[in-house]
């Protein structure tokens, strides 16, 4: 099976601009060749079998929703929160993770987390990226595991607390 096509479908789904279509809508926006619509079919129902595609009842072809929990890069913020971006492509996006529930990771670590859902409070979203108010519910993850470590080494300033050693890291992370 084409990899290269499946590559992307899942790179057409997960662009912002991305509405649920038929798979011959996928096919016209994707200009595919007539000769590779069949393997172009394959590669959708490859997709979806391995859960990294849904097709709904309404033959839209979709990104599968977040489940309970995601694995992923977390991306830490100065203030304390951060971000988990799913290893598989989700419709709900990178998972926010508010301060306190980092679960000691850092930025760069790969990580495993519970995902709830948490109803907006209608508040501004201004900044980068930002898309004026939002409303409805959003993903909000709880830092279970840190898998993998993104960064092994640290500079730092090494104190003594007590009887216990500290290291203050220097940095953001």
């Not at 079919?41 to 033959?59: C, K, Y």
């Not at 980092?102 to 209608?122: F, H, K, L, N, Q």
């Not at 501004?124 to 959003?138: A, D, I, N, V």
């Not at 909000?140 to 290291?167: N, S, Y």
């Amino acid at each position: 099976m084409s990899e290269r096509l499946k590559k992307q479908i899942i790179e057409h789904l997960t662009h912002d601009t991305y509405r649920p279509a038929p798979v011959e809508e996928l096919m016209a926006d994707l200009r595919v060749a007539r000769e590779e619509r069949e393997e172009f079919r394959d590669a959708v129902d490859e997709l979806a079998s391995a859960g990294q595609i849904e097709v709904g009842n309404d033959e839209r072809v979709r990104l599968p929703k977040v489940g309970e929990t995601v694995t992923g890069k977390f991306k830490l913020n100065q203030r304390g929160f951060g971000f988990v971006i799913p290893e598989q492509a989700s419709r709900d996006g990178d998972i926010f993770v508010p301060a306190g529930s980092t679960g000691g990771a850092i930025s760069g670590d790969r990580v495993r987390a519970r995902v709830y859902v948490e109803p907006r409070r209608g508040g501004w979203r201004g900044g980068k990226g930002g898309k004026g108010r939002e409303e409805g519910p959003r993903m909000v993850g709880r830092i279970t595991d840190v898998l993998e470590r993104g960064q092994a080494t640290f500079v730092g300033v090494l104190m003594k607390c007590g009887k216990e050693w500290l290291v203050e890291p220097d940095g953001r992370s």
